[in-house]
């Protein structure tokens, strides 16, 4: 896993609820990723990080907030959730020259 | 816009036959293609790698293929145990950007 940890690793929320996801890496990698993964669907990114308090939107943010203030952890927050964010989260860093690894992920099921 | 796309959504192969799993990307700024392997209720494991400056790469009986002119990608699995029974997907990387578009995965049953 490079090292990778995401907490929690299974969740049950009710709509409206805020949830925060964790993402922990030991390495000190400066590239971070929150994707979803869903069926029918590849993996969607939602946010990335490019350093300490550097991120950026990818294409399914809509809903999402990201922090990142330690290089270490990259936090993946819904302020509301809903229904639709029922989904499996994974987080994943990239090493140099583009490799990229994944975490166990985060299954998380709004009610 | 930028796809990843795969031939088949389910490939079943005998146990020592070998297994060939296809990928498509339309973006030709792509420059960087992995392929993962995932099994159930884990994430995605990185098998191996190849660069848009290779064509063909191998690793431990598997052997990744690209073909530039054709946006093809393709992964072989030689001598299929049990064990590589999983959903195999691939990652496109986009130069010059931070980013990747995965392709939805193929999963590879394999028959005893």
């Known amino acids: 896993d490079a090292g990778i940890t995401q907490s929690p690793r299974h969740k049950v929320t009710e709509t409206g609820t805020p949830v925060t996801l964790r993402c922990h890496q030991t390495?000190?990698?400066?590239?971070m990723y929150w994707y979803r993964q869903d069926p029918g669907h590849g993996l969607r990114l939602i946010h990335y990080?490019?350093?300490?308090?550097?991120?950026d939107k990818g294409e399914v943010s809509d809903g999402y907030s990201v922090s990142r203030s330690k290089t270490e952890d990259f936090l993946l927050t819904l302020e509301s959730a809903t229904s639709s964010q029922t989904s499996v989260y994974f987080c994943?860093?990239?090493?140099?020259?583009?490799?990229?690894?994944f975490g166990p992920g985060t299954r998380l099921t709004v009610l | 816009g930028e796809s990843v796309g795969l031939h088949l959504p389910t490939l079943s192969v005998q146990e020592g036959d070998n297994s060939i799993i296809n990928c498509a990307y339309s973006?030709?700024?792509?420059?960087?293609f992995i392929w993962y392997k995932q099994e159930s209720g884990k994430g995605p494991q990185f098998i191996i790698d190849i660069r848009s400056n290779m064509d063909k790469r191998q690793g431990q009986r598997v052997t990744v293929l690209l073909n530039k002119t054709v946006k093809h990608l393709s992964l072989q699995i030689a001598a299929t145990q049990p064990g590589d029974s999983a959903v195999y997907f691939c990652a496109v990387h986009l130069s010059g950007t931070y980013k990747y578009i995965f392709g939805t995965g193929t999963r590879l049953k394999v028959l005893a």
């Open positions: 390495e000190n990698h400066r590239y």
């Open positions: 994943a860093i990239s090493v140099q020259d583009n490799e990229q690894f």
């Open positions: 973006n030709s700024a792509s420059d960087y």
């Open positions: 990080s490019y350093g300490v308090k550097d991120t």
